[in-house]
């Protein structure tokens, strides 16, 4: 499968609890970005990394939340001491920069819920 | 700020029959993308509209770009009920290169025999 792959794909976890979750893009894309995306809306940017570069974060992230892409390649999503409202679907999509249409693959996601 | 809307957020059809779903956007934007999401799944990219009159096609869904109007429109033709998803589109903010999306709350069709 070259697709884009995201791990795990269901966390639940109590109130305080850090999680991590991992990305996986597809291997020739250098653009890699999250989104998180809850009940009855569509996905929300988060951040995103070109190569090892993380070149943009949104205001939805906060201190609680850290993303790395330390060799340009996989990528991981850390929030540290969960909060109900962080209960979400979390969605890591990869695209080719430079690329025409700049079409972004997205993976299964992560859905977290945090009791 | 680029803000995306889609309407309606909620479609019930009869099989065999047309709509279309409309999506506004606020700032003049370099791509315009059409998802599909099934329940508890992730998006499947549909369409890509690049240019002010573009049309693209796949079976029985049509989506085309009016970049004046700031307007991308998803009909829908003959509906089946395997076209019962939610339907989300994308705009990218022109000028900006990152790639990064703002979505609209997307469309939950429902298609009935």
């Known amino acids: 499968d070259t697709g884009v792959s995201q791990d795990p794909r269901h966390k639940i976890t109590k109130r305080g609890q850090n999680v991590t979750f991992r990305c996986d893009p597809i291997s020739e894309h250098n653009r890699l970005y999250w989104y998180r995306q809850t009940l009855g809306q569509g996905p929300e940017f988060l951040t995103y990394f070109q190569n090892e570069a993380q070149l943009e974060k949104s205001r939805l992230l906060s201190d609680r939340f850290s993303a790395e892409r330390p060799k340009g390649s996989f990528s991981t999503l850390e929030i540290q001491r969960t909060e109900q409202g962080d209960s979400a679907m979390y969605l890591c999509?990869?695209?080719?920069?430079?690329?025409?249409?700049?079409?972004?693959?997205f993976g299964p996601g992560t859905r977290l819920t945090v009791l | 700020e680029l803000k995306v809307e889609q309407n309606p957020l909620f479609l019930s059809m009869q099989e065999g029959k047309n709509y279309t779903i409309y999506c506004d956007y606020s700032t003049t934007s370099d791509r315009l993308y059409w998802y599909r999401q099934d329940p508890g799944k992730s998006l499947e990219s549909l369409f890509v509209l690049l240019s002010n009159g573009a049309v693209k096609q796949e079976g029985r869904l049509m989506a085309s770009l009016d970049t004046k109007a700031r307007l991308s429109t998803l009909h829908i033709t003959a509906a089946v009920h395997d076209l019962s998803a939610t339907y989300f589109c994308a705009a990218q903010k022109r000028g900006t290169n990152a790639g990064k999306s703002t979505f609209g709350d997307g469309t939950t069709l429902t298609v009935k025999p």
């Open positions: 999509a990869s695209s080719l920069a430079g690329s025409l249409y700049n079409e972004q693959f």
